[in-house]
């Protein structure tokens, strides 16, 4: 059971250069998310997915777009790449809205835009 | 709005000690709380969360959580460290006004000195 898992693990970018990262979770999961970490600021959410079909703006969504074609798969694309894009990103997944939020997160995706 | 706090960049700690994180959140209504540690270059993994019930929370890796409803806290707690659970340690409560989404705290790390 490969649970939640994101491609690719490393990118380097240079500045207007454009990329995709997929999340794929294998859990029948409704629920998806896409997270970034920088140092000293935690976990942000960038956007979110309650279904298939369906996406939502978090806390941080400026410069990124998200897809949610098929339910197993939660696509975030970056238009633009700036340096301040640079992060950690995580996806992780969860069942519905009748649970209690336990997350499954995948192992994360390293950018640097240069 | 809600939040939660971890007053502590880093905890460090001699194997064997015990140890503590402190996490203090702030809600209107009822917590829904939750741990989750993140060893390096890996995603975050639930430890253990608060829903209702009794306040001394068990988790994985003999983890445990102690809910206090006067002092608003949920610290994490184990009798002796281990030098394997040097993480980073995030506490997280489940937003009130879109419950879908956690809300994450900056985090932790822990050291546990051999």
């Known amino acids: 059971n490969a649970g939640v898992t994101q491609t690719p693990k490393f990118r380097v970018l240079k500045t207007g250069q454009s990329m995709t990262l997929l999340c794929a979770q294998d859990?029948?999961?409704?629920?998806m998310y896409w997270y970034r970490q920088d140092p000293g600021m935690g976990l942000r959410l960038i956007h979110y997915?309650?279904?298939?079909?369906?996406?939502a703006k978090g806390e941080v969504p400026d410069g990124y777009n998200v897809s949610r074609l098929k339910k197993q798969n939660f696509l975030l694309g970056l238009e633009s790449a700036a340096p301040s894009q640079t992060s950690v990103y995580f996806c992780?997944?969860?069942?519905?809205?009748?649970?209690?939020?336990?997350?499954?997160f995948g192992e994360g995706s390293r950018l640097t835009v240069l | 709005a809600q939040s939660v706090a971890q007053p502590e960049d880093q905890v460090n700690v001699a194997e064997g000690n015990p140890l503590t994180v402190k996490c203090t959140y702030s809600?209107?209504?009822?917590?829904?709380l939750f741990w989750y540690v993140q060893y390096p270059n890996r995603g975050l993994q639930f430890l253990l969360k608060?829903?209702?019930?009794?306040?001394l929370v068990k988790g994985s890796y003999g983890f445990e959580a102690e809910f206090n409803k006067s002092q608003t806290s949920f610290h994490l707690k184990k009798p002796s460290a281990l030098v394997s659970d040097s993480a980073l340690y995030f506490c997280?409560?489940?937003?009130?006004?879109?419950?879908?989404?956690?809300?994450f705290g900056t985090g932790t790390l822990l050291a546990v000195q051999p």
């Open positions: 992780a997944s969860r069942m519905t809205s009748g649970d209690t939020g336990e997350l499954f």
């Open positions: 859990m029948n999961h409704e629920y």
């Open positions: 997915s309650v279904g298939e079909g369906t996406t």
């Open positions: 809600v209107s209504g009822n917590p829904y």
């Open positions: 608060y829903i209702t019930g009794d306040n």
């Open positions: 997280a409560v489940r937003d009130e006004g879109a419950t879908n989404k956690l809300i």
